[in-house]
């Protein structure tokens, strides 16, 4: 196995720019006002008051790169669906929670979840490009899990103290939203500890911003013994353009294993044939369709839901038009499980 000491990680060549890159100046310029999604949309105004309603709650993200996918004047296009407040979050619906997954229970350092065996995860980044509207840590306390370099080397303490630690996962918010100065920081420290095999991250940054994809980025992704893995998340066939099949292809050439993890949402992918066409789509990014999950029951996000009866019936039918390797797990995440739940 090759080790590399913390001082061998300090001298790895990395070309990190000073100047923010495209993708950060892309990052910097997303909507946040639902009036301007609204009018850049064509929407009809009276869409406007469900959004302002959700906006308070979860403020509305949307980068430019993702805009450009939504067909005007469609207030039920499956990408706008994703990121357009909606007056139905305000609502209070039995069962639908704050932190439905209770991550607060398993956060033994700032910025670190260890909930599984042998996998670590941690919050590299506290924002995101995209606000999805389904998501499941729309109420996550990110300012308080947003750590310090000081406060990293804790983190990283835990995992060079538990040898049974083969995986590190970096999740956010989203990962890639850091600057690639802390991201090639914090994985040249990863690198560093001998029982880790693998680096995951969890990101929909270069779906929504496929040039977050660049050389900086594959620089330090390239610099690591790591085997990596990137787990995609898109939803629907739609949000594959050809920049982000450009942006795969560089992963893939750089020895990256691309998954994709959906979410079952009802209104965006609630059908055989939009599934279908999904993991069509996938494969021909060279992305692998992993899991699809249902909805966690997050505050805000109930009209999103489909039945799990519906669920193993769109599976069932998918099945039948799909060959086994491209059939994403049907699953749920149970607080407290040793792992997903198949459905
Ligand atoms: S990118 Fe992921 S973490 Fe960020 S809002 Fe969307 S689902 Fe949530």
């Not at 994985?187 to 911003?209: E, G, M, Q």
């Not at 992963?251 to 949402?265: D, H």
């Not at 799990?308 to 038009?321: F, K, M, N, P, S």
Request: with cysteine.
């Amino acid at each position: 196995m090759i080790t590399r000491s913390p001082a061998d990680v300090q001298s790895v060549p990395l070309a990190l720019p000073q100047e923010r890159a495209p993708w950060q100046r892309q990052l910097a310029g997303v909507i946040r006002d639902p009036h301007e999604l609204c009018r850049r949309l064509d929407l009809d105004p009276a869409w406007l008051p469900g959004a302002e309603a959700g906006h308070e709650l979860f403020e509305v993200r949307v980068p430019k790169a993702y805009l450009a996918r939504i067909r005007p004047g469609d207030p039920h296009d499956p990408l706008l669906r994703q990121v357009l407040p909606l007056g139905e979050e305000t609502l209070e619906v039995p069962g639908y929670l704050a932190d439905p997954l209770q991550e607060a229970e398993h956060t033994p350092a700032k910025g670190l979840i260890h909930k599984y065996a042998g996998r670590v995860l941690l919050i590299a980044s506290p924002s995101c490009a995209i606000n999805c509207r389904y998501c499941f840590r729309r109420h996550f306390p990110y300012g308080e899990n947003a750590p310090s370099r000081a406060q990293w080397e804790a983190s990283l303490d835990t995992l060079r103290g538990d040898a049974s630690i083969r995986e590190a996962i970096l999740s956010g918010g989203d990962p890639l939203a850091a600057n690639d100065r802390q991201l090639a920081w914090l994985v040249a420290r990863l690198d560093a500890i001998p029982n880790l095999k693998r680096l995951r991250i969890h990101s929909r940054l270069p779906v929504v911003i496929p040039e977050r994809v660049d050389d900086t980025l594959l620089g330090w992704l390239s610099a690591t013994r790591l085997q990596k893995v990137l787990v995609l998340h898109i939803n629907h066939a739609n949000e594959i353009d050809e920049a982000l099949i450009a942006a795969c292809t560089r992963l893939k050439n750089a020895g990256v294993t691309l998954l994709n993890q959906s979410v079952l949402l009802r209104g965006v992918n609630d059908s055989v044939e939009a599934l279908a066409a999904l993991s069509e789509r996938l494969f021909e990014a060279g992305i692998l369709p992993y899991y699809l999950h249902v909805l966690d029951p997050v505050a805000g996000a109930a009209h999103f839901d489909v039945p799990d009866d519906q669920a193993r019936e769109l599976v069932a039918g998918l099945r039948q038009v799909l060959p086994g390797f491209l059939m994403p797990t049907l699953a749920r995440e149970v607080p407290g499980e040793a792992s997903k739940t198949p459905l």
